[in-house]
Nanobody
Framework: QVQLVESGGGLVQPGGSLRLSCAVS????????MRWYRQAPGKQRELVAS???????NYADSTEGRFTISRDNAKNTMYLQMNLLKPEDTAVYYC?????????????WGQGTQVTVSS
């Protein structure tokens, strides 16, 4: 069974930094694209950043220049380094991955980790 487990969320002051991690466990054969999403209260889930297996990265306009996505394919782990955090970055952050498992490519989600930016 495939599981995605996020960690690293918490409370931080505006201008501060946090580093999120997403570890994929299970008998995975291959992980394709990996992404970070977030969902603030009362808002739709939005894409924050994505990274392909080859390392091509894309960012939402609101996070480019402040957030950095990365992955370690040997460890089946993805990261999100978040700098210069703003109150509007407050949300539950979810990791997402496209994984080859049980004979098919499927979309998997983590349980989410809360990030709160407040003074």
């Amino acid at each position: 069974q495939v599981q995605l487990v996020e960690s690293g969320g918490g409370l931080v002051q505006p201008g501060g930094s946090l580093r999120l991690s997403c570890a994929v466990s299970g008998s995975t054969l291959s992980i394709s694209a990996m992404r970070w999403y977030r969902q603030a209260p009362g808002k739709q889930r939005e894409l924050v950043a994505s990274v392909t297996r080859a390392g091509t990265k894309n960012y939402a306009d609101s996070t480019e220049g402040r957030f950095t996505i990365s992955r370690d394919n040997a460890k089946n782990t993805m990261y999100l380094q978040m700098n210069l955090l703003k109150p509007e970055d407050t949300a539950v952050y979810y990791c997402n991955a496209v994984i080859w498992y049980a004979g098919a490519w499927s979309n998997y989600w983590g349980q989410g980790t809360q990030v709160t930016v407040s003074s």
